[in-house]
């Protein structure tokens, strides 16, 4: 049934019947293709996805003042809550077990000039922690250390696009840029996986900021990396913990909602985690969908291939052919069809998602990627599906009796 | 050769039966040429297709070179066909996208005859056909009287016991059909035995022996003069 001779046979009938070839092949290669298309896609929907909230720390916590919306404690609503030094010093000290770190941030925005190049560029007063929270990727020099804190050192680290900017090729390390009047030393430049704007940065201490403002010790806002084994619910307790320290502190009214917020990277993750779940359902959805669709269009090919061979099923047997022989080789000649067309199909697809790389990300479609396993298993599944759905008409055709065969026109 | 006794045959046609053959005897010696007439609907393609194993009769039986076809599969009247029988449609009935020798290599290559020994084979059938020259052309390439050579080339390159041709010259102008004709009693005179089936008077008188066929008995079954064709060719 294998021999040489058999796959001659069915090569030459393959390579005769052009049309019918490309009927079947096409209906294969398509559905495959776009099986493979469209879980690619998804795949890079999910990546744009984690690409946009997973270039910051998860186990961080946000603590932003804001203004009381009622009166407490003899104090008026609507009044203005500052954060300082202390608050950053009694936050560690009270909840030291659960803290990995903690760092002011306080954010202003100057000119900045080097040579005459100038631009405008967002500055961060920031301790050598913020390192962490941001993911902060040193690619020349140093970050912030706590030395610099102390000594209130007019120290720089400037982003990748602001070295790029202000110094085009030069060294921009050692060199001095002139920041709202006072000048700073370039010690690192940084990069940022979370986009352009996060390489548009420069970070100084806190400290240093804080001596530009008439040497006050107000702080904008607070990040605090926490111990990630406290895992989600530990993570829920600091926050509520740290409200309550917080407004005791600043003799805010607990019910008050206003006073201070917290944003909880770790119950965002939780929501984003959960959305990237339903896309992925989504996926698979659209992978079955896509599948089932192929396989009725490859059954429907396949039932119409062997309608169209009746006479010549009929010719075949009054020659002498067997149901069994005439059944093996439709069979054979259309899962070598589908197997050929199926796997370039395949590998069409793969090789297109492999090329788009980032060209789609206008479209939220970052890296589109399809596990090889999946793609090898859908096409594999359509294969078979097509010789099911092949078998099915080629086993009734060889059981006319080739008299009727013979009478189809 | 053949041995036919008491063969009936009907058809379920809704709630009605449609008796075609109502009990034939019949037999045929090795090398005889045969015409079986009959006007439409006198039961003579049903007698044929019987014979040829391509349907199968209600009652009676059927002997074929001392062997019983009886109680066939699909299989065995499979491998019957190419062992003992030859056909030759009206229709031709070559596959359209095979060659002329790929066509009448067909039926060794379900006797598991090796590719080179059937392409041989093929060639030296159409060669005796007259045909060596358009071996390597398809069907649509050749006239109706070529593919019905190309088709008796096809059914010989077998070697069957006996050639069965349903209205060989049915489809072809009468120039044609002599020609045909011609070859079938060439191939006659070699020996081989061939059963025709035809409505055409002259055709059955190129045979040595003509049986009439009506509603589903035979009528008359006689021994005629054979009117060669080559005269006319």
Not at chain 1, 372 to 391: D, W
Not at chain 2, 84 to 93: A, C, D, M, R, Y
Request: proline share 3%.
């Amino acid at each position: 049934m294998f021999s040489r001779d058999t796959w001659k046979e069915i090569f030459d009938t393959i390579r005769k019947n052009k049309l019918r070839t490309f009927l079947t092949g096409f209906t294969m290669a398509l559905g495959i293709f776009i099986v493979v298309i469209l879980v690619g896609f998804t795949n890079g929907l999910q990546n744009t996805f984690e690409k946009f909230f997973g270039d910051d720390a998860t186990n961080t916590l946000f603590i932003f003042p804001g203004r009381t919306s009622m009166p407490y404690k003899g104090y008026t609503s609507n009044r203005r809550i500052q954060f300082d030094n202390s608050d950053l010093e009694d936050i560690e000290e009270t909840f030291a077990m659960f803290i990995d770190y903690i760092t002011p941030r306080i954010t202003r925005s100057s000119l900045v000039n080097y040579k005459g190049e100038s631009n405008n560029y967002t500055n961060r007063g920031v301790a050598p922690a913020h390192q962490f929270s941001e993911k902060t990727i040193i690619m020349k020099g140093r970050f912030l250390n706590e030395n610099d804190i102390s000594i209130r050192a007019k120290y720089a680290v400037i982003g990748r696009l602001v070295a790029k900017d202000l110094f085009k090729d030069e060294e921009p390390i050692g060199k001095f840029i002139i920041m709202g009047d006072i000048a700073f030393k370039v010690i690192g430049v940084f990069q940022d996986d979370g986009g352009d704007n996060e390489e548009r940065l420069i970070y100084i201490p806190y400290t240093t900021r804080q001596l530009i403002e008439k040497g006050n010790d107000k702080i904008a806002e607070i990040v605090v990396g926490f111990n990630p084994s406290i895992g989600y619910a530990g993570a829920m307790a600091l926050e509520k913990n740290i409200t309550k320290l917080l407004k005791e502190k600043k003799y805010i009214a607990r019910e008050d909602r206003s006073g201070i917020f917290i944003r909880n990277i770790a119950d965002e993750l939780k929501q984003n985690q959960q959305f990237a779940q339903v896309l992925g359902f989504i996926a698979l959805f659209f992978a079955i969908g896509t599948i089932v669709a192929g396989i009725i269009g490859v059954s429907n090919i396949m039932i119409f291939v062997v309608k169209e061979r009746t006479k010549e099923i009929g010719i075949r047997k009054a020659l002498g052919a067997s149901p069994r022989v005439v059944i093996s080789t439709i069979l054979l000649e259309a899962t070598t069809i589908t197997i050929l067309s199926g796997f370039s199909g395949m590998f069409a697809g793969v090789i297109i998602l492999q090329n788009l790389g980032g060209k789609l990300e206008d479209y939220f479609i970052t890296n589109p990627y399809i596990d090889l396993g999946f793609a090898l298993g859908a096409t594999l599944i359509l294969i078979i599906f097509g010789s099911i759905a092949g078998y099915i008409p080629a086993k009734r055709a060889a059981r006319i009796k080739p008299i009727v065969a013979l009478r189809d026109e | 050769m053949i041995e036919i006794k008491d063969l009936h045959k009907s058809y379920q046609m809704g709630s009605n039966s449609l008796h075609v053959l109502k009990g034939i005897n019949f037999s045929v010696e090795p090398g005889e040429l045969v015409a079986i007439m009959g006007s439409s609907g006198s039961g003579k393609s049903t007698l044929l297709n019987i014979l040829g194993m391509l349907d199968e009769a209600n009652s009676g039986t059927y002997t074929l070179d001392s062997v019983p076809i009886v109680d066939l599969n699909e299989t065995k009247a499979a491998e019957y066909r190419n062992k003992f029988l030859g056909f030759i449609f009206q229709s031709f009935n070559l596959i359209n996208y095979k060659s002329a020798v790929e066509n009448v290599a067909l039926p060794l290559y379900y006797q598991g005859k090796s590719r080179k020994d059937r392409n041989a084979i093929a060639l030296e059938y159409l060669d005796r056909v007259g045909l060596k020259p358009w071996a390597n052309h398809l069907p649509s390439e050749l006239s109706g009287g070529q593919k019905q050579r190309v088709a008796i080339a096809r059914a010989m390159a077998a070697n069957p016991k006996v050639l069965l041709a349903d209205e060989p010259t049915g489809a072809l102008d009468s120039k044609t059909s002599y020609e045909v004709m011609d070859l079938i009693q060439k191939i006659n005179d070699e020996g081989n035995t061939i059963l025709v089936v035809t409505h055409e008077e002259d055709i059955a008188h190129m045979c040595k022996r003509i049986v009439y066929l009506k509603d589903g008995v035979i009528v008359e079954d006689k021994k005629v003069d054979q009117v060669r064709a080559s005269q006319y060719v």
